[in-house]
């Protein structure tokens, strides 16, 4: 299976700051990888497909990165509506793999 | 989009079957668009997908379930359903149908969750 790594595990950060989540494939997925922004008690809803491909109707302050084996997720401007836990998945190969999360929360 | 609604019983007991079923609208099971896909949750923890099928009736699993996992297509009733036999305690979790478009990435259609607790 591919690892999918996933760094911070949690992170706070005040409104207006820009916010950086890494995620380090076991090898190479090309840029087959999405990020996902889940809310307590809901369904994932997906932001950045492709690792860089903006969900339409997402806002322009998430943006993704990367290639290979090295993705960012960035939020250029963090917001207080943005609070919830963000994965990292590849689909390069399956079984598809996710990222461990990683919790934002505003300080 | 489609609108996916996930069913079956909250409560299963230790070494018994899971059965859950996800009900599509919106949209044809029919469809050789989409991969409909089962993904699961453990309470605080992360994302696990389960499996997933194609039209065609081609399935696809996660081998870290060992072979407890059958997913299948009903087109007559547009649904799709997971069962997972011989459960224990490890697979209480939110179970999620979701759909995955051939043609791009991501799982972009979900449905709600579905909390299924197995124990005594």
């Known amino acids: 299976d591919i690892q999918m790594t996933q760094s911070p595990s949690s992170l706070s950060a005040s409104v207006g700051d820009r916010v950086t989540i890494s995620c380090q494939a076991s090898?190479?997925?090309?840029?087959?990888i999405n990020w996902y922004q889940q809310k307590p008690g809901k369904a994932p809803k997906v932001l950045i497909y492709?690792?860089?491909h903006l969900e339409p109707g997402v806002p322009s302050r998430f943006t993704g990165s990367g290639s290979g084996t090295e993705f960012t997720f960035t939020i250029t401007s963090l917001q207080p509506e943005d609070i919830g836990t963000y994965y990292c998945?590849?689909?390069?190969?399956?079984?598809?793999?996710f990222g461990q999360g990683t919790a934002v929360e505003i300080k | 989009q489609l609108q996916l609604q996930e069913s079956g019983p909250g409560l299963v007991k230790p070494s018994e079957t899971l059965s859950l079923t996800c009900t599509v609208s919106?949209?044809?099971?029919?469809?050789?668009?989409?991969?409909w896909a089962w993904i699961r949750q453990p309470p605080g923890e992360g994302l696990q997908w389960i499996g997933c099928?194609?039209?065609?009736?081609?399935?696809y699993y996660n081998p870290s379930l060992t072979s407890r996992a059958t997913i299948s297509l009903d087109t007559s009733s547009n649904q799709f359903s997971l069962k997972l036999n011989s459960v224990t305690a490890a697979d209480t979790a939110v179970y999620f149908c979701?759909?995955?478009?051939?043609?791009?990435?991501?799982?972009?259609?979900w449905g709600q969750g579905t909390l299924v607790t197995v124990s005594s």
């Open positions: 979701a759909t995955r478009a051939m043609v791009r990435g991501p799982f972009d259609s």
């Open positions: 099928i194609y039209f065609t009736g081609s399935t």
């Open positions: 492709g690792a860089s």
């Open positions: 090898q190479d997925i090309n840029n087959y």
């Open positions: 998945q590849q689909y390069e190969r399956l079984p598809w793999t």
């Open positions: 919106g949209g044809s099971t029919s469809s050789g668009t989409y991969y």
